[in-house]
């Protein structure tokens, strides 16, 4: 069973970037067919797909993130990298590592980031 664990700082500045990193286990990165998502959920809100990263390395963002996002991938650590860039207040939310797109199947436990200075 694939597990997935989301790593990083729980508290970011505005303006600067935020990064963590997806652990996986139980599972290849790089298996054919697999695709893994970045999910976020502010508080108060709904779930928001950022983006993703497929088995073969291509990438995909949600439109309104494009811009301030990158995904990535370290395939002898089998792990996932997202980027936000000039993150502010609204991007406080609990974000999730996932194996999906777009429909999920498993999810991360969620790590917390909040921005504030």
């Known amino acids: 069973q694939v597990q997935l664990h989301e790593s990083g700082p729980n508290l970011v500045k505005p303006s600067q970037t935020l990064s963590l990193i997806c652990t996986v286990s139980?599972?290849?990165?790089?298996?054919?067919?697999?695709?893994w998502s970045w999910v976020r959920q502010p508080p108060g809100k709904e779930l928001e797909w950022i983006g993703g990263i497929g088995y073969d390395g291509s990438t995909y963002y949600s439109p309104s993130l494009k811009s301030r996002t990158s995904i990535s991938r370290d395939t002898s650590k089998n792990s996932l990298t997202l980027q936000l860039n000039s993150v502010t207040p609204e991007d406080t939310a609990v974000y999730y590592c996932a194996v999906g797109i777009p429909q999920i199947d498993i999810w991360g436990q969620g790590t917390q980031v909040t921005v504030s200075s």
């Open positions: 139980g599972g290849s990165i790089t298996k054919n067919g697999h695709h």
